[in-house]
């Protein structure tokens, strides 16, 4: 083939698949773009990429796991000490509240998935995002009560226990891992938002739905690094 | 399209399982079991993020591809603890080295 760079590039006949994209007289669903055969296809791309992406965010947590474990190994004491100035139970709640907001984006994704009604899927996207709001209050009072003790790290960082600075190492990775999860919940609650307005606006069916679906995964994903955040923050030995 | 619809019911177990191993990690870190403690609120933590994994985010009926590229996730992750970890526990293992 010539190439002459003029841009006039006419591709020789292509096979057209019956209903896909060459045919002429094909009927097809108005989100699926031209560079795929088919719904079914968008929707693997999309959602495989979307978990590439959420293998980079695993290993974006993964770091600060990672430094958690050298400086827990290095002072298990002083971590346990520090660890017991959580309040075991709103860290509880919030592990619960998260699994509940988990289950309605699940229903969210379902209702787009089997045709319901706009106000259905509104209605799940709306309760998600709630769900995720009473977390991130949670948490702000949480910070609040520890700036109020002086749990803070940096020159105000006040510890009358046993392991001042072993103390301080964990209450600074508590704020960095707390702190980047808090993060992905406000980008979640924002994407969470889009995704509502689009639903509101009917774009959603058991055709297309894999916005709903992706969103979702990201859902997903942050509650699961809650999951493991809650044990190895608010758990550290002895509770008895 | 090929996406897999879940009942209804089902992730309503998922949810309830969920919710029961929370309560279980906390039940648990209320009993001395020495340094089972760890052990056993991390399986349960693994055990909780496996169950929204496979259902929540619909892996259980996702290609063989979408499984390869979650499990290289967790593997390079645990690859990357475990090099680092060899590191920090053998330091002064050989006299001589710095601890």
Partial sequence: MPTSGSGDYHPGPVAIQPGGHGDPHAVHHPKLQHHFDDMAQQAEASTLG???????????????????????????????????????????????????????????????????????????????????????????????????????????????????????????????????????????????????IMAWRRTYDAEYYTPVEVAGLYWHFVDIVWIFLFPLLYLIGGHY | MSGHVAPKGLYYTIFAALIFGTFLTVVVAKIDLGSFNNIAMLAIACAKASLVVLFFMHVKWSSRLTWVVVCSGVFWLLIMFSLTMSDYMSRGWVPGTWK
């Fill in chain 1, 50 to 196: 979307m978990w590439v992406f959420l293998v980079t965010e695993i290993m974006f947590f993964g770091g600060l796991f990672m430094a958690y474990i050298v400086y827990r190994y290095a002072s298990p004491l002083g971590f346990e000490e520090a660890s017991h100035e959580l309040n075991l139970y709103l860290g509880a709640i919030n592990t619960a509240v998260l699994i509940c907001s988990s289950l309605t984006m699940a229903l969210a994704v379902r209702a787009a998935q089997t045709n319901q009604s706009r106000g259905t899927q509104v209605g799940f996207l709306l309760v998600t995002m709630l769900f995720g709001f009473g977390f991130l209050g949670i948490k702000a009072y949480e910070y609040w009560e520890k700036f109020h003790v002086g749990h803070v790290p940096g020159p105000y960082f006040v510890w009358d226990g046993q392991y001042p600075h072993a103390a301080e190492q964990f209450y600074s990775l508590y704020f960095a891992m707390t702190g980047l999860h808090a993060l992905h919940m406000i980008v979640g609650i924002s994407i969470m938002t889009y995704i509502t």
